[in-house]
Structures are given as structure tokens and as C-alpha cells.
């Protein structure tokens, strides 16, 4: 195996030197460090920036770890050197920065109901294995987190000693040791996290397919109003409840007349009727005038006959 730190520099194809491995791993570890202990949300301009520089970073990183063949698959951890052990971290910090990354979308879906919204998953009875093996996915859980925070604190008391160069080997590789110990709790807890959420897509994939058709939307029932005498009162005592709408008769009567609705008795009477009532009535009172003897006898025998009998008599209809 060649050290890092010697072989660690190519040459452009212009002739220029290209950066270090290690200033690249550098440079890269310190862009995550500042996109994930940032307060700024993750979908800022400014976050992203810096998590694309550093996967541009850790990718050259990675290319030039396998160029120069670092690792192989026959030796041990215990055979790697202490310059070679933080590139171990390529990969973890390469997919952490990958998954702050944004996907690159014409719409905008911040307000659009996800699929889980608009259809919950259906609660699916577990049986005693499953909940068996739910009890040991959660032990492990809470020991991978006991062991994280314990790596996390040992990393912290040393940092400084390896950040200032002060340190000796020793503690340099115990620092990069911690570190690859801290990674793979947190891919394991990324895996799971995966599995189920892999899981949760096929049920929700299963229960889609087997979700019957949404109904057509039912037309909403008109909304109930009342006839006032007319917008005076309407105004002044309402419908009596003031959750309902009111009505004028007038703006009844001139809502139905612009949609055609209106029923035969509501239509005023034509004009001809009006003129032929007025012509009969016009000559009656000439016959009256002209001493008509027909017209006389006919109001004569009017009289008499309503003399005896009295009003209504004849159109009782069966009543008595």
C-alpha cells in the first residue's frame, strides 16, 4: 500500500497542479460539518451551494482513491496506516451530502398533499412474531444510540488535540477510528430508516390498487330562503332566523322571469283581452244610455232575480 500524503497530487492535462487528496477530504468533511449543524433551512440557496461544492469535493476525492489504489480487499483495518484511515470517511460523507442534496423539480409541490395525506395507510393487525421482532429492531436501535452519543463524546474531548497537530499517532488514529465507528451507526439507522420506508411505499401501493374509484362529487343542496313581503321588512324584522337568506317577492318574481320559469297564472295578460273587455264593457253603457229596451228588460230581470235570491245561492257545490 502507498501512503496518501506522498502520492496524493496528479497533474492536470494543462500542466497545472492539482489539489491535494487530503486538502480535497478536507475541504469536503468541512462543508458537510457547516450544511448540517447550519440553522438555515436545507432548501436555501446558499446551503445548497455548499452541498454541491462539497460532493464535487468528496467525488474527485473518491476518483482519486481509486486511481492510486489505496485499499485493498485482502488487508485488515488493523494493516491500513493512520495518513490513509479518514479515507475510509469518503463515502459516508459523500452519501450524507447526497441525501441534504434537493431533487431538481419544475413544480412546486410545498403544497401539494403527498399520496400519504390524501390516502392514510390502512392499520394492518401484527401478529406475536411481529411484534417479537419489532421489540429487538427497538433494543438495537437503542443501543446503536447509546454507542453513537459514547463515540460522539469520545470525538469531542479529542478533536482539538488532532485539529492542532498537537497529537501523537496514537490519537490520530483512534480519532479516524471513532469516526468510522460514529459513520456506521448512522448507515445503519439511514438503512433502516430506508427499509421502512420502502415498506410503507408498498403498502401504500397495494392499498391504491386495491382502494375502489372515487365516486363523481355530489352537487351541493341549494341553500333555503323565504318569501318576504318585501325588502322594507325584510330589512327590518329579517326571516326570523338569521342563518337563512331572505327573499323579496319582487326579486322572486324577477329572478324566475329571467330564467323562463315562470308559470302560466304569472304571466300578465295580453293586450287584445284587455282591449276586448273594454269594448263589451264600453257597450253596455251605450245600450244603457239609448234606452236599449233589451238592454233595460235584461238589467230589470237582474234586479228581480237578485231580489229573491240571496248572494252564492246555486254555487254551494254539494255542501248543503
Same mark, same amino acid.
Given at each position: 500500500?502507498?501512503?496518501?500524503?506522498?502520492?496524493?497530487?496528479?497533474?492536470?492535462?494543462?500542466?497545472?497542479?492539482?489539489?491535494?487528496?487530503? =486538502? #480535497?477530504?478536507? /475541504?469536503?468533511?468541512? @462543508?458537510? %460539518?457547516?450544511?448540517? *449543524?447550519?440553522?438555515?433551512?436545507?432548501?436555501?440557496? +446558499?446551503?445548497?451551494?455548499?452541498?454541491?461544492?462539497?460532493?464535487?469535493?468528496?467525488?474527485?476525492?473518491?476518483?482519486?482513491?481509486?486511481?492510486? =489504489? #489505496?485499499?485493498? /480487499?485482502?488487508?485488515? @483495518?488493523? %494493516?491500513?496506516?493512520? *495518513?490513509?484511515?479518514?479515507?475510509?470517511?469518503?463515502? +459516508?460523507?459523500?452519501?450524507?451530502?447526497?441525501?441534504?442534496?434537493?431533487?431538481?423539480?419544475?413544480?412546486?409541490?410545498?403544497?401539494?398533499?403527498?399520496?400519504?395525506?390524501?390516502?392514510?395507510?390502512?392499520?394492518?393487525?401484527?401478529?406475536?412474531?411481529?411484534?417479537?421482532?419489532?421489540?429487538?429492531?427497538?433494543?438495537?436501535?437503542?443501543?446503536?444510540?447509546?454507542?453513537?452519543?459514547?463515540?460522539?463524546?469520545?470525538?469531542?474531548?479529542?478533536?482539538?488535540?488532532?485539529?492542532?497537530?498537537?497529537?501523537?499517532?496514537?490519537?490520530?488514529?483512534?480519532?479516524?477510528?471513532?469516526?468510522?465507528?460514529?459513520?456506521?451507526?448512522?448507515?445503519?439507522?439511514?438503512?433502516?430508516?430506508?427499509?421502512?420506508?420502502?415498506?410503507?411505499?408498498?403498502?401504500?401501493?397495494?392499498?391504491?390498487?386495491?382502494?375502489?374509484?372515487?365516486?363523481?362529487?355530489?352537487?351541493?343542496?341549494?341553500?333555503?330562503?323565504?318569501?318576504?313581503?318585501?325588502?322594507?321588512?325584510?330589512?327590518?324584522?329579517?326571516?326570523?332566523?338569521?342563518?337563512?337568506?331572505?327573499?323579496?317577492?319582487?326579486?322572486?318574481?324577477?329572478?324566475?322571469?329571467?330564467?323562463?320559469?315562470?308559470?302560466?297564472?304569472?304571466?300578465?295578460?295580453?293586450?287584445?283581452?284587455?282591449?276586448?273587455?273594454?269594448?263589451?264593457?264600453?257597450?253596455?253603457?251605450?245600450?244603457?244610455?239609448?234606452?236599449?229596451?233589451?238592454?233595460?228588460?235584461?238589467?230589470?230581470?237582474?234586479?228581480?232575480?237578485?231580489?229573491?235570491?240571496?248572494?252564492?245561492?246555486?254555487?254551494?257545490?254539494?255542501?248543503?
Amino acid at each position: 500500500m502507498a501512503a496518501a500524503e506522498d502520492t496524493n497530487t496528479t497533474q492536470n492535462p494543462s500542466g497545472s497542479e492539482a489539489p491535494k487528496l487530503s =486538502d #480535497l477530504l478536507d /475541504r469536503g468533511w468541512k @462543508l458537510y %460539518e457547516e450544511v448540517d *449543524t447550519t440553522n438555515e433551512p436545507s432548501s436555501s440557496t +446558499a446551503v445548497q451551494v455548499k452541498v454541491k461544492r462539497g460532493i464535487m469535493q468528496l467525488e474527485e476525492a473518491t476518483m482519486m482513491v481509486n486511481q492510486l =489504489d #489505496l485499499f485493498s /480487499r485482502n488487508e485488515a @483495518l488493523e %494493516e491500513i496506516s493512520t *495518513t490513509d484511515l479518514k479515507y475510509l470517511l469518503l463515502p +459516508a460523507l459523500l452519501g450524507a451530502l447526497t441525501m441534504k442534496q434537493l431533487p431538481k423539480t419544475s413544480e412546486n409541490t410545498a403544497d401539494t398533499p403527498t399520496e400519504e395525506q390524501m390516502n392514510p395507510p390502512v392499520p394492518v393487525p401484527m401478529s406475536q412474531s411481529d411484534l417479537i421482532a419489532m421489540a429487538t429492531q427497538r433494543q438495537a436501535k437503542i443501543e446503536r444510540f447509546n454507542q453513537r452519543k459514547e463515540t460522539e463524546a469520545k470525538l469531542s474531548e479529542i478533536r482539538g488535540l488532532v485539529e492542532s497537530g498537537s497529537a501523537d499517532e496514537e490519537v490520530v488514529r483512534d480519532f479516524y477510528l471513532l469516526n468510522v465507528r460514529r459513520w456506521v451507526t448512522l448507515a445503519l439507522e439511514e438503512i433502516d430508516s430506508i427499509s421502512q420506508e420502502i415498506e410503507i411505499l408498498k403498502r401504500m401501493e397495494l392499498f391504491k390498487q386495491s382502494a375502489p374509484q372515487p365516486s363523481p362529487p355530489k352537487r351541493p343542496p341549494m341553500k333555503p330562503f323565504i318569501l318576504t313581503k318585501d325588502a322594507v321588512q325584510a330589512k327590518v324584522f329579517g326571516a326570523g332566523y338569521p342563518s337563512l337568506p331572505t327573499m323579496t317577492v319582487d326579486d322572486w318574481y324577477e329572478q324566475h322571469r329571467r330564467q323562463a320559469c315562470l308559470p302560466d297564472q304569472g304571466i300578465p295578460r295580453s293586450a287584445a283581452n284587455d282591449d276586448k273587455e273594454e269594448d263589451e264593457r264600453a257597450e253596455r253603457e251605450r245600450k244603457e244610455e239609448n234606452d236599449d229596451e233589451e238592454a233595460l228588460q235584461k238589467a230589470r230581470d237582474w234586479d228581480h232575480w237578485k231580489d229573491t235570491h240571496r248572494r252564492g245561492y246555486g254555487n254551494r257545490k254539494n255542501m248543503g
